[in-house]
Antibody, heavy 120, light 108 residues
Framework: QVQLQESGPGLVKPSETLSLTCTVSGGFISGYYWSWIRQPPGKGLEWIGYIFSSGTTNYNPSLKNRVTISVDTTKNQFSLKLRSLTAADTAVYYC??????????????WGQGTLVTFSS | QSALTQPASVSGSPGQSITISCTGTSSDVGSYNLVSWYQQHPGKAPELMIYEVTKRPSGVSGRFSGSKSGNTASLTISGLQAEDEADYYCCSYAGSFVFGTGTKVTVL
């Protein structure tokens, strides 16, 4: 059974860079696309971007200038960096696998999510 | 890239059927048959219920079904049960992903 676990700081400050890591267990990171998705408290889901195990990335156009996603296949991990933080970045951040469907257009495994709060 | 439009809430009695709509544009929902649906209980991660418009992952109840017409996709839950009370999100993939605004399903 594939499991995903997000890790990183729960509190961030203005203009800092948020760094989160997703550790994949029970399966290999190679050969799949992996995404970051966030959800502000009480609001809907927003896709941040994805990375393929080879390192190819695709980002949400609205966040593209502030986001970097990277992968470390030796550690079975992928990571998110989000720069120039504001209060609007307060959210639960999920990592997810694009799998199950051959078109890689759906998310079959999700992490439990980690709440990142903006604090001045 | 705007969020797909869903009704804020839908309700039904146990045993009834309900349908949740998800309206996009010809650039997303209408472009490809790459719409998926997710169920999210409070405090939990979303769970895949439908993918590629009509396909159901193994382990998901047959009471859940999906369809699409033009720029609008729909999720139907038949034989509504108390455990179906949750938030539901549609998602479209057309080079990048866009989620719907979310629908709260209440079982009366």
């Amino acid at each position: 059974q594939v499991q995903l676990q997000e890790s990183g700081p729960g509190l961030v400050k203005p203009s800092e860079t948020l760094s989160l890591t997703c550790t994949v267990s029970g399966g290999f990171i190679s050969g799949y696309y992996w995404s970051w998705i966030r959800q502000p408290p009480g609001k809907g889901l927003e896709w941040i971007g994805y990375i393929f195990s080879s390192g190819t990335t695709n980002y949400n156009p609205s966040l593209k200038n502030r986001v970097t996603i990277s992968v470390d296949t030796t550690k079975n991990q992928f990571s998110l960096k989000l720069r120039s933080l504001t209060a609007a970045d307060t959210a639960v951040y999920y990592c997810a696998r694009q799998g199950y469907c051959d078109t890689t257009s759906c998310f079959d495994y999700w992490g439990q999510g980690t709440l990142v709060t903006f604090s001045s | 890239q705007s969020a797909l439009t869903q009704p804020a809430s839908v309700s039904g009695s146990p045993g009834q059927s309900i349908t949740i709509s998800c309206t996009g544009t010809s650039s997303d929902v209408g472009s490809y048959n790459l719409v998926s649906w997710y169920q999210q209980h409070p405090g939990k991660a979303p769970e895949l219920m439908i993918y590629e418009v009509t396909k159901r992952p193994s382990g998901v109840s047959g009471r859940f079904s999906g369809s699409k017409s033009g720029n609008t996709a729909s999720l139907t839950i038949s034989g509504l049960q108390a455990e179906d009370e949750a938030d539901y999100y549609c998602c479209s993939y057309a080079g990048s992903f866009v989620f719907g605004t979310g629908t709260k399903v209440t079982v009366l």
